[in-house]
């Protein structure tokens, strides 16, 4: 067997790439036409890939990596807990030092009474843990019909059967015979896109009610649970207008829905605070994390479980639970990384340095011919591409196609930024510099302009 090591060729890495490695969300036969870009090593906010450019991350790998990479610390407590207890389940009445130390400090860190840990491999593992949760909650009660799940459309809860059913992406549902049975999408409170000539409070307030309507459509006694992103990260950081958490909290209590918040992404400091649900005073009977729970330094999830539902599912065997549920090795990492997070303060930097300094950056882009908004909420932000600022004009051009453009443009310029649709999307490492806020803003401004300058020479600079 050949070592495949950093030092291949670029073009050798991406011709092995190209015949083995199938890659998610990607179109494989075009991706192995151009070759993959091959990451080689990263530090602090800055990848390095294999022809040795550095690359500002504005997206902390996928919204996970809160503190940085290549922290010693971490790499030590890995290490640590390989030697002292590489690998014990905790299926079969026996449970370790690093779930057992993990779950307490969860409970300790979540708001109200959100005291139990059911630990998964990632978010979509937690969310199928979820679902299976919720149903079987109000089977325990003797409502076994109680087991409609509502969520959103353009909503993202992972990739599996159960987290895609959950997610309300059409490109996700159009394969592999998503959704599963019994979960109901409703509107998203996307003002921008959606909220036409309305004020985002009333829109929001719009869009929360639908859950009250399908509540009443389905009748009470089949609603087994809501569940929504905090913000919605994949599906374009869509920050909801002020009314809509409030409302959909009195419509989950009035009908005695649980609730669902999905702060993967928004978990562990990246609204400002451990959880959003503190960010949006939302009281939530599970919270699902992963992500930001290790600093994507090891695959963690798991969801955080509030007294009355804990006490339902304790009564019963739960037939659930993974291999690497509480893994020793990836919980020692999480709990090394809470352990950052908080002996450094990484959370007063969000709110009193990188966020404030961020927002204001951020929010000049809108001033941009080619930026309709620029949104930010602690340190995940979008901003929408649009050929006419005051209609708030989608292009002509396919959904996605100048998108593209911007995103290749920061490829070339040494920044990742992401796009979804024609949105353009940021959420950098918690303890990025103001400095290097400069040069993300900086990269982020001439990528706009090339992308601007592609635009209008290609004609599409037009408005749908
Ligand atoms: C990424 C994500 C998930 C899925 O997590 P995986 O670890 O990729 O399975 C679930 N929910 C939200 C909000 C996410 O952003």
Redesign the pocket.
Known sequence: MTTITNHLPTAELQRLDAAHHMHPFTTGDALNKKGARVITKARGVFLTDSEGIEILDGMAG??CVNIGYGREEMAEAAARQIRELTYYNTFFQTTHVPAIALAAKLAELAPGDLNHVFFAG??????DTNLRMVRTYWAQKGQPERNIVIARKNG?????MG?GSL?GMAPIHSQGGLPIPNIHHIGQPHWYAEGGDMSPEEFGLQRAQELEAAILEFGPERVAAFIG?AVQ??GGVIIPPSTYWPEIQRICKKYDILLIV?????GFGRTGNWFACETFGIEPDII?V??GLSSGYQ?I?GSIVGDKVAAVINACEFNHGYTYSGHPVAAAVALENLRILEEEKVLDHVREVAAPYLKAKWEALADHPLVGEAKICGMMGSIALTPDKASRAKFASEEGTVGLICRERCFANSLVMRHVGDRMIISPPLVITPAEIDILIERATKSLDECLAAVKERGLYKAA
């Open positions: 996928l919204w990632s978010g979509s593992e937690a969310n993202y809860h992972g990739s599996t987290g997610g992103e990260g994949a999905d702060e993967v992404i928004t699902t992963a992500k695959p999830g």
